[in-house]
């Protein structure tokens, strides 16, 4: 029942977190701030403060009695990463400070998650690739020579598949090629650096899951939306980090910021870009899901982590109309286009997996946007107008 979560800070792994530690897991974060500070250089704000991931989990431990061990360091190091499963590490902050033990499962979050941020400049683009590629590479070494049965569930994303002008499948794709069947990794195609890292992090698992026989799980993610979740309501100091720039913040939790503020809706291009989505405590039950029936030793399991699909001007309009409901005056307007990504496209994804693991899925209703108005409203003399968009270019 120990749970490692790389990369314990983010918007998700926090929530993660408490989720496991409420459930009675021995919970231990790893985190660089790097989200953080990257938030801080390249000063997009933030729609409030959050205490530190040591302060995070004081406050848990006051609130609950429950632990959550936190190591501060950088992932990308292989003896840091290594010492996690040799028993050798120092833990920043803990009551009991023995080791935890092996972990049972380790989720891996703990990667450079932007897709504008990977594109601003070759700079960081290189810190993208090098941040994602060595964490996992670090952790499948790790893995290999001290822990080959722990389960890795992996977060990829949708946007490894790009939006091919077939149905998508689960992860792989049964083909047929001059009177001969195979399968194969679903063909990929991404849209962004960030995601092109995404691909790379699944040609790694995959190789290490063929030589090594090691248990991966890879849950290819859509973007994900929402500011609570059960844990966070317990205390404000426990909500998650929630950006709202360009950089950093997803499309639907912008579109509410912007519709609080009188900011027009910032749709690129005609709109049409559809994407599968879910709600941040859809993530958790897929998570939970997935390490209760963990993947089989030498299998790289996948699962496609969206529960609906919408296109952005569906968003602008649910968002509009729920807003004006509301007494704000949302307009809608189309910006060029800064990306390099069909407009109009055929999106049909299959993602029956998880529903079958016995997630239930919270949809993106009106009630529910209602809801992220309201949480994101006591914050609205937070918001800084100039980071909603600046245009960073493909
Ligand atoms: N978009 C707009 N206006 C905006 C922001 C976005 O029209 O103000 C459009 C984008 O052009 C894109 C779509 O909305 O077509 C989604 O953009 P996004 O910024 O919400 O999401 P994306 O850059 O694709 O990345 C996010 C997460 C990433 C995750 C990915 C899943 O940041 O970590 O992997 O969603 S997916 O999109 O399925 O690849």
């Known amino acids: ?3 490692l979560i790389l990369g314990g800070d983010g918007y998700l792994g926090w929530p993660s977190a408490m989720y496991f530690s409420e459930l009675g897991y021995d919970v231990t974060v ?3 701030y790097f989200r953080r500070n990257a938030c801080t250089e390249l000063d997009v704000g933030m729609l409030y ?4 991931l040591i302060e995070r989990a004081k406050i848990w431990h006051e609130l609950t009695g429950k632990e959550i061990k936190v190591v501060i360091g950088d992932l990308t190091d292989p003896e840091l990463m290594r010492s996690l499963f040799k028993g050798t590490i120092a833990y920043t902050w803990a009551t009991d400070g023995t080791f935890a033990g092996l972990p049972g499962t380790v989720i891996h979050y703990a990667e450079q998650p932007s897709a504008p941020y990977s594109l601003i400049n070759y ?3 290189n810190i993208t690739i090098s941040n994602n590629l060595l964490v996992t590479n670090n952790l499948m070494f ?3 020579d001290f822990s080959r049965d722990t389960h890795v569930i992996h977060i990829g994303t949708m946007g490894e598949y790009g939006t091919p002008n077939i149905d998508i499948e689960e992860g792989w794709l049964d083909i047929e090629h001059k009177g001969r069947k195979d399968k194969f990794l679903f063909p990929r195609q991404a849209s962004s650096l960030y995601h092109t890292t995404k691909i790379m992090d699944t040609d790694l698992m995959w190789f290490a899951v063929r030589m090594w026989g090691l248990k991966i799980t890879n849950l290819m993610q859509g973007p994900v939306y929402g500011i609570e979740t059960a844990a966070s309501r317990k205390d404000d100091r426990l909500k998650t980090i929630f950006n709202y720039d360009e950089i950093f913040g997803t499309i639907i939790n912008r579109f509410i910021v912007q519709a609080i503020v009188d900011y027009p809706l910032t749709v690129y291009g005609k709109g049409g870009q559809t994407r599968g989505y879910l709600n941040i405590n859809d993530t958790l039950q897929c ?6 029936n963990l993947a089989g030793k030498g299998e790289l399991r996948i699962f496609n982590q969206i529960m609906e699909t919408f296109s952005v001007m569906d968003l602008a309009r649910m968002t509009r109309q729920v807003g004006r409901k509301l007494g704000y005056d949302v307009q809608i307007q189309h910006l060029e286009n800064p990306r390099k990504e069909l407009e109009e496209h055929y999106y049909n994804p299959t ?3 998880l529903l079958d693991l016995g997630v239930t899925p919270h949809y993106l209703t009106e009630k529910e946007l209602e809801k992220m108005f309201r949480g994101v409203e006591p914050y609205r003399n937070n ?3 100039d980071v909603i968009f600046r245009g960073i270019k493909w």
């Open 30 to 32: 790893v985190d660089n």
């Open 287 to 292: 998570v939970h899901q997935s390490e209760k």
């Open 123 to 125: 700079k960081y683009a």
């Open 1 to 3: 029942m120990h749970i």
């Open 49 to 52: 403060p959050v205490p530190t």
């Open 383 to 385: 918001i800084r107008k």
């Open 351 to 353: 993602y029956q997996g």
């Open 142 to 144: 790790a893995l290999r």
